[in-house]
Nanobody, 130 residues
Framework: QAQLHESGGGLVQAGGSLSLSCAAS????????MGWFRQAPGKEREFVAT????????YYLNSVKGRFTISRDGAERTVYLQMNSLKPEDTAVYYC???????????????????????WGQGTQVTVSS
């Protein structure tokens, strides 16, 4: 049922780094936005980062700015999340999400709500130990 597939999660010590990948080859849209969300046990799913259809605009959760970087490879239809200086508070299941961007949507730079993304991956666990 999942249209996207995340990978790269694991266990890392505080201060370490992880790189997440999301394969979106099953999505055939010419233009699309991608995002990363995360959900910790007992917490609501929260927005982490997004990159727009052209790859020229990004937006981040305040607590990850300067530490996380979202990028995309249009040719491979893959989105990445490079996570540096990880903290125990970053521990969560990380989800990749995508949505088609139509010509009438080009005025919007980014999407930050989970209900704005109809396509999702199965999630990958990131655990940061102290």
């Amino acid at each position: 049922q999942a249209q996207l597939h995340e990978s790269g999660g694991g266990l890392v010590q505080a201060g370490g780094s992880l790189s997440l990948s999301c394969a979106a080859s099953q999505l055939t849209f010419e233009h699309y936005a991608m995002g990363w969300f995360r959900q910790a046990p007992g917490k609501e799913r929260e927005f982490v980062a997004t990159i727009n259809w052209s790859g020229g605009s990004t937006y981040y959760l305040n607590s990850v700015k300067g530490r996380f970087t979202i990028s995309r490879d249009g040719a491979e239809r893959t989105v990445y999340l490079q996570m540096n200086s990880l903290k125990p508070e970053d521990t969560a299941v990380y989800y990749c999400a995508g949505r088609q961007v139509l010509p009438t949507d080009r005025g919007r730079l980014y999407y930050t709500k989970d209900d704005e993304y109809p396509y999702w991956g199965q999630g990958t666990q990131v655990t940061v130990s102290s």
